[in-house]
């Protein structure tokens, strides 16, 4: 079972009839993966391999939940958070650490770079879609 927990009180209203969730893991597996499992899950989700690549993405669509592995090369997951909640179509998006590392291991780096959540990698994805839909709402 995946360890969770929401560090923030940070809510999104989505603007759509559901969620849209970017998840982005360097990992394409895993996170093309995880993508179809939000997708089933009555989620808009999209998959992208890189910090960059999020940069990019968000330029002509917007997140409101943004699922961010740590370990990534180039640009790990806590200078992608700070670029991230610096643009402004992206500065009130809900991010959510998504990694292997210990919570105590993110979190101290984690909140100031603004995630607001953290769900360790290794469990069902039952965890951090509760976590989406609990800091989500219409």
Not at 48 to 70: F, K, N
Request: charged letters at 20%; glycine letters at 10%; one cysteine or more.
């Amino acid at each position: 079972m995946a360890r969770c927990g929401i560090w923030t009180n940070r809510s999104v209203k989505f603007a759509g009839n559901i969620p849209a969730v970017l998840v982005v893991d360097d990992n394409e597996s895993l996170g093309g993966a995880l993508t179809a499992v939000l997708g089933q899950s009555a989620m808009d989700a999209r998959f992208v391999a890189s910090g960059i690549q999020a940069m990019e993405c968000t330029r002509h669509w917007v997140p409101d939940v943004i699922v961010l592995d740590i370990n990534m090369p180039r640009h790990d997951g806590f200078s992608t958070a700070r670029v991230l909640r610096r643009l402004s179509p992206t500065h009130g998006a809900v991010i959510l650490a998504f990694t292997a590392l210990d919570e105590h291991e993110v979190q101290a780096r984690g909140v100031p770079a603004g995630f607001d959540g953290y769900c360790q990698k290794g469990g069902t994805p039952d965890d951090l879609i509760g976590m989406i839909h609990a800091m989500t709402h219409t």
